[in-house]
């Protein structure tokens, strides 16, 4: 897969295992972060990621309205796991 991959998570102490595990898948240029609001805005913004991952406990400890804003980028697929 080409482009930037955003994987946020709120599970830390799995994140080198999400982006080992997604770069053997083929993603390419993976970060996974835990950050919200301003911080989060900033890295997407910084990043400007084709495929933004969210894992579901992370959804109920982040606002959608950042999320929202990414929409902004053609390019942007937001998708939702369940990790």
């Known amino acids: 897969m080409t482009g930037r991959t955003l994987l946020l998570s709120r599970n830390v102490n799995l994140h080198t295992h999400y982006k080992m595990r997604l770069t053997e898948l083929g993603f390419t240029d993976v970060t996974v972060s835990a950050a919200d609001r301003d ?45």
Not at 50 to 61: E, G, P, Q, W
Request: proline content about 2%; overall charge negative; charged content about 20%.
């Open 39 to 83: 911080e989060l805005y900033t890295l997407i913004r910084e990043l400007k990621p084709h495929l933004v991952l969210i894992s579901f406990a992370y959804k109920h400890c982040c606002t959608h309205f950042v999320i929202g804003e990414c929409t902004a980028y053609a390019e942007l697929a937001v998708s939702e796991a369940s990790i």
